[in-house]
């Protein structure tokens, strides 16, 4: 077994080079160390996500890809649960939902991406089959419930469930409703008094000085920029390392589950511009 100091340092090195064949030789001797140290748990989802894709050297395989995601998942890691969901869901899974809902209500790094394809869920439900809408709302209001909850009682110390809550109306969970905008505002300038890293992003990526303006996105990149619309290039997934290759576009889903509520056959992983569109 490694030393915690040895751990870091590899992770270090396998976050920083260039070397593909050396980040993989890393990551594949990481991932059998610890499985309760942070580091192990970010090379675990690193290489999941090379697994997933089938970059950086790695066939694809979402079998192995899962078994890798697995622990960083069960210690609440936005990205593995992020790439479980995306997985699941491509496998026509029920058990997606859920996963996406875990992967927002971290209020992480992932919990964005999540929390978009949770409003594409809820749109596509509520035009093709509100059974299906309704399930995917009973699955957002158990987390918002347990977030609250968090917040309420004075335990959200780092601000992450204000973040959650704060996507929950930048991304319209609730529906389309007038003050969102306002009390995302509200959410992430609480999650800023409580240190949390993300909070200085979205209050200045975010909208708010268009709060006036009925037509205004929430989701733009900053607020200077032109939120006229735009094509859509096509959609990366995040594999936790350096691009490297083609996007990777995921196969249709096949399964019962998704094709009985007429969901998309194709669903894109984060940082794909489609998600900072006109609300």
């Known amino acids: 077994m490694l030393t915690e100091e040895q ?10 080079t260039q070397d593909f064949a050396r980040k993989r030789q890393l990551l594949d001797a990481l ?5 309760e140290n942070a580091d192990v748990q ?15 050297g790695a066939p694809r395989d979402l079998t192995r890809a899962e078994q890798l995601l697995r622990n960083p998942a069960d210690h609440g890691h936005s990205q593995a649960l992020l790439q479980l969901a995306l997985i699941h ?18 209020g992480g790094t992932g919990a964005e991406a999540a929390a978009a394809r949770l409003e594409e869920l809820r749109q596509v439900g509520a035009r093709r089959n509100q059974d299906f809408l309704r399930m995917v709302d009973r699955e957002i209001d158990v987390r918002l419930t347990a977030l609250r909850k968090k917040i309420r009682e004075g335990e959200d110390r780092d601000g992450s469930a204000e973040m959650a809550v704060a996507l929950y109306y930048i991304y319209a969970l609730n529906g389309r409703e007038e003050e969102n905008l306002q009390l995302a505002y509200d959410c992430l300038t609480e999650a800023l008094t409580k240190g949390n890293p993300l909070a200085s992003i979205y209050l200045k990526r975010t909208a ?16 200077d920029t032109d939120y006229a619309s735009k094509p859509e290039p096509p959609a990366r997934e995040y594999d936790g390392a350096e691009e490297e290759g083609e996007a990777y576009e995921p196969e249709e889903t096949k399964h ?9 056959g194709r669903i894109y992983g984060p940082y794909n511009s489609v998600y900072h569109r006109f609300a």
């Open 7 to 16: 751990i870091q340092k590899m992770f270090d090195e396998a976050v920083s």
């Open 31 to 35: 991932v059998k160390e610890n499985p």
């Open 42 to 56: 970010a090379a675990q989802v690193m290489l999941g996500g090379l697994y997933f894709q089938g970059k950086g």
């Open 89 to 106: 869901y491509q496998s026509g899974m029920p058990d997606a939902v859920g996963l996406f809902c875990r992967a927002w209500a971290t």
């Open 208 to 223: 708010f000085s268009y709060m006036e303006n009925p037509l205004a996105s929430a989701r733009l990149l900053d607020a």
């Open 256 to 264: 019962s589950f998704f094709q009985a509520a007429n969901m998309p």
